[in-house]
């Protein structure tokens, strides 16, 4: 087992209608602290990465900061699960010292009168704000989790807004399946439409929002599972759980391999009409993660490639600085769902980039829901990179006072993804409503604050059509920012590989064409064709492949990803240009592909 999870006590200050672990008095053996010791070195045979220390309330325990300290041994890292009422800074210190690396804070709802009415505690809600306030002060990474039950079913969509103005990294709902009244669990169908209501407010405000892996939902219960799929990392270690059972209409669902089904104290209310299997892959390949999640996190936190340009290749490390977005489109190639990496990852990254004098784009998800942007920037500074870049939907830098702040702690440009024109087609892409006006926004004040800017336009069949008006909104409203038309990238299993979304070179290049005049017309600067999202040399309209890097890839550019047609050994030029990538090439083939014979002379030579 990579996570353990260790019953410290079994009493607690809170008395919650739902809990099935809270006794009335403690049994003297099993907390005796060289039975708790006994248990957590059982906790740490094999390869276990993670501790969790759990109760009843284990900050009852005068102890706990030495058990902390205990069980962290060797690097293990070590949770704390608590409803935090009984943490003060002194405390908060101390377990921090004792080497605590997370508290997950029990929160029924938000506001003295709901969370009371389900804890039973009088005071509890605001002793437990005092606590979190105190763990993260002491430097302790605190995660709120909250219980989907039948008493807060209408409160949980607030918690979310108000955890965002908090020092917490996000939310995680458990559900609880079993309690001493048997009422106090709510419905199968109830809880998808809770979840689902939290999930879009936790979108709207930036909040990372995951499910509790001590439970478990299984996706067929959400009438719309895409919009929750980032809740999910399923892999196919997931479908054994002995806790568990199926219904007959899991034998048609394509996660079924890595989904247990349903736990078996509630078989009973999972009624056939609760049940929608899945049987679209592209929602299946947005559940699922490869490995652990953190491996996932490791694996996905940096990537590195070279940009070209007049002075020859240039490293470029891309750090993700948190996964969650307040955007969802369908051609997202991040997995969204994963939680953030740890600040020090972060950092290591980032003084790698300023060892190597590369370029740090610094990116998600949405990389501005990060609270540590700016430290992050102004690190990248004092690390020696050659530069930093954003990347960014920008809905976050229309506050005028946070963009001003990146662009003096030294944001060199701002790579700002907006794939339409209007309001309609934008939202609809990114199935965010309401976020195209505050992109537009945000591009504003970022051309106010002297932050050089590059619009992303990720051709899709949603809006191929759109780009030469798009050129003119440019054109009229930021006749300083460039533009970089992008293609979809179906290059990881979140992508669909289905012409529903991803046009052919053929089919978008009229209205390329038409959008490249107008932007050559404008004084618009055009670029990124040369990149790994853009496009084969050879189908670019002759009057753009001047703007092509005449820089040699290195070895191994592209990571195998790309593919060339038989007739590209031929192309004088192969040595510059990747190809295609394989998930376009699987949908169109490499038919539109044609080898040049003298492409420099044929791009008017280089520079």
């Not at 004098?357 to 102004?378: D, F, I, K």
């Not at 191929?464 to 293609?487: K, L, N, S, Y």
């Not at 007739?567 to 190809?579: F, I, K, M």
Request: with cysteine.
């Amino acid at each position: 087992m990579r996570v353990q999870r260790v019953v410290t006590n079994e009493t607690c200050n809170q008395n919650c209608r739902f809990c099935n672990a809270r006794r009335p008095a403690e049994d003297a053996a099993f907390v005796a602290p060289r039975a708790v010791r006994r248990r957590i070195d059982e906790a740490r045979l094999g390869d276990t990465r993670e501790i969790v220390l759990t109760g009843g309330e284990p900050t009852l325990r005068s102890d706990l900061a030495e058990l902390v300290r205990y069980a962290a041994r060797g690097g293990v890292r070590l949770v704390l699960e608590t409803n935090a009422a009984p943490i003060d800074e002194a405390r908060a210190r101390a377990l921090a010292e004792a080497g605590l690396h997370t508290a997950r804070v029990q929160l029924t709802a938000w506001g003295e009168e709901h969370a009371g009415a389900i804890t039973r505690d009088p005071g509890g809600f605001a002793a437990a704000l005092r606590g979190i306030g105190a763990l993260a002060a002491a430097g302790v990474r605190v995660e709120v989790t909250a219980p989907v039950v039948r008493r807060n079913l209408d409160l949980l969509e607030q918690l979310p807004r108000q955890l965002a103005q908090l020092p917490v990294t996000g939310l995680a709902l458990l559900v609880p399946t079993t309690a001493p009244d048997p009422d106090e669990c709510a419905g199968l169908a109830a809880v998808a439409a809770a979840v689902t209501r939290v999930a879009d407010e936790a979108r709207r405000v930036g909040l990372n929002l995951r499910l509790d892996p001590t439970t478990f939902l299984p996706p067929c219960i959400f009438e719309r599972p895409e919009r929750v799929a980032h809740l999910f990392a399923l892999n196919r270690g997931n479908a054994d759980r002995p806790d568990h059972g199926r219904v007959e209409a899991c034998a048609r669902c394509i996660v079924n391999d890595r989904c247990p089904g349903f736990p078996r104290s509630v078989l009973e209310r999972a009624s056939q009409a609760e049940v929608r299997p899945i049987e679209e892959h592209r929602v299946r390949r947005r559940l699922t993660v490869l490995s652990t999640v953190e491996e996932q996190i490791a694996r996905e936190l940096v990537s590195r490639q070279v940009v070209r340009g007049g002075y020859g290749a240039v490293p470029e490390y891309t750090v993700r600085v948190n996964f969650h977005c307040n955007q969802a489109c369908d051609f997202c190639f991040v997995s969204t769902h994963l939680p953030p990496a740890g600040d020090a990852q972060v950092r290591a990254a980032i003084e790698a980039a300023g060892r190597e004098g590369a370029v740090l784009v610094l990116s998600g998800g949405e990389p501005t829901l990060n609270p540590r942007l700016l430290e992050y920037v102004e690190l990248a500074r004092r690390c020696g990179v050659r530069a930093v870049e954003l990347q960014t939907n920008a809905i976050r830098l229309a506050d005028r006072a946070l963009t001003r702040a990146l662009a003096a702690a030294g944001i060199d440009q701002a790579t700002v993804s907006l794939h339409a024109s209007d309001a309609a087609t934008s939202d609809a892409i990114t199935a965010a409503p309401g976020t195209f006006e505050c992109t537009v926004r945000g591009i504003d004040e970022l051309s106010a604050a002297g932050v050089r800017v590059r619009l992303n336009f990720v051709f899709c069949q949603a809006n191929r059509e759109d780009f030469p008006r798009f050129v003119d909104m440019v054109a009229q409203r930021w006749p300083r920012a460039g533009i970089t038309p992008v293609f979809v990238g179906s290059h990881t299993d979140l992508v669909p590989r289905t012409s529903w979304l991803v046009p052919s070179f053929g089919e978008i290049m009229p209205d390329l064409a038409a959008g490249l005049a107008r932007a050559h017309a404008a004084g618009l600067e055009i670029g990124g064709f040369d990149t790994m999202c853009g496009m084969p040399l050879c189908v670019l309209p002759e009057t753009e492949r001047r703007f092509y890097s005449h820089v040699p890839l290195p070895p191994g550019a592209g990571d195998g990803e790309f593919v060339k047609a038989e007739g590209c050994a031929r192309c004088s030029e192969g040595h510059r240009c990747y190809g295609v990538r394989r998930g376009y090439a699987e949908i169109y083939g490499t038919g539109e592909l044609r080898p040049l014979a003298d492409a420099a002379a044929d791009a008017g030579g280089p520079p």
